[in-house]
């Protein structure tokens, strides 16, 4: 199993930037690689995906405002965020979805989590 760690939060005002990357275990080149943030009292939430030919989704809450990008050779993902708002506080996680040639389906790996707060 791939192991995920996030890195980069923090505590900034409104209007500042973080970065956040995901350092992979092993190779990601076959992942589609992922973040989702959960707030306090609220489910978890799809923030950015990245595929494997470099195509991306965001959520509508972050289009403009945050980037999702890869590198294959070093094994990790970043999200870069910037005019953050207060609602975009919460626990950030990666999402690393590689698809296994032995198992002939995808396995899905999680972090731990890092922490950002958006102070008004």
């Known amino acids: 199993q791939m192991h995920l760690t996030e890195s980069g939060g923090g505590s900034v005002q409104a209007g500042g930037s973080l970065r956040l990357s995901c350092r992979a275990s092993?190779?990601?080149?076959?992942?589609?690689v992922g973040w989702h943030r959960q707030a306090p009292g609220k489910g978890r939430e799809v923030v950015a995906f990245?595929?494997?030919?470099?195509?991306?989704l965001y959520a509508e809450s972050v289009k403009g405002r945050f980037i999702i990008s890869r590198n294959d050779v070093e094994n990790k993902a970043s999200l870069q965020m910037t005019n953050l708002k207060p609602e975009d506080a919460g626990m950030y996680y990666c999402?690393?979805?590689?698809?296994?040639?032995?198992?002939?389906?995808?396995?899905?790996?999680w972090g731990q989590g890092t922490q950002v707060s958006v102070s008004p």
């Open positions: 999402e690393a979805d590689c698809w296994s040639s032995a198992t002939q389906r995808a396995i899905s790996s």
């Open positions: 092993s190779t990601i080149a076959p992942c589609r």
């Open positions: 990245i595929g494997g030919d470099r195509s991306t």
